[in-house]
């Protein structure tokens, strides 16, 4: 089993930036691609960023220009640079991962999602 835990929302004015990070734990053997979603109030939780192992990256066309996303593989980290944020970027934020896991000599994919992290962007 893979858990995620995310950190660094919180409230910041338009204009302004803030970084996520989540760290990945557990019997991990390996992790593909890590990402980043949102959700707003009333609407779907969307892809906002996705980085694969190799580190190509792939964003949504609301965020590019303004978003960036790195991941420190040696440490199963992702990290999400979020600046120039409007307030249509309010949501919360969910940190995803999906590779393969280790344990009693079997080798599982697993795909894993963290608690969120919200982000208001507001004056």
């Known amino acids: 089993q893979v858990q995620l835990v995310e950190s660094g929302g919180g409230l910041v004015q338009p204009g302004g930036s803030l970084r996520l990070s989540c760290a990945a734990s557990?019997?991990?053997?390996?992790?593909?691609?890590m990402g980043w979603y949102r959700r707003a109030p009333g609407n779907q939780r969307e892809l906002v960023a996705t980085v694969t192992s190799a580190g190509s990256t792939n964003y949504a066309d609301s965020v590019k220009g303004r978003f960036t996303i790195s991941r420190d593989n040696a440490k199963n980290m992702v990290f999400l640079q979020m600046n120039s944020l409007q307030p249509e970027d309010t949501a919360v934020y969910y940190c995803?991962?999906?590779?393969?896991?280790w344990g009693r000599g079997t080798i599982a994919k697993f795909t894993s999602w963290g608690q969120g992290t919200q982000v208001t962007v507001s004056s």
């Open positions: 557990g019997s991990i053997f390996s992790i593909d691609a």
């Open positions: 995803n991962a999906a590779g393969r896991t």
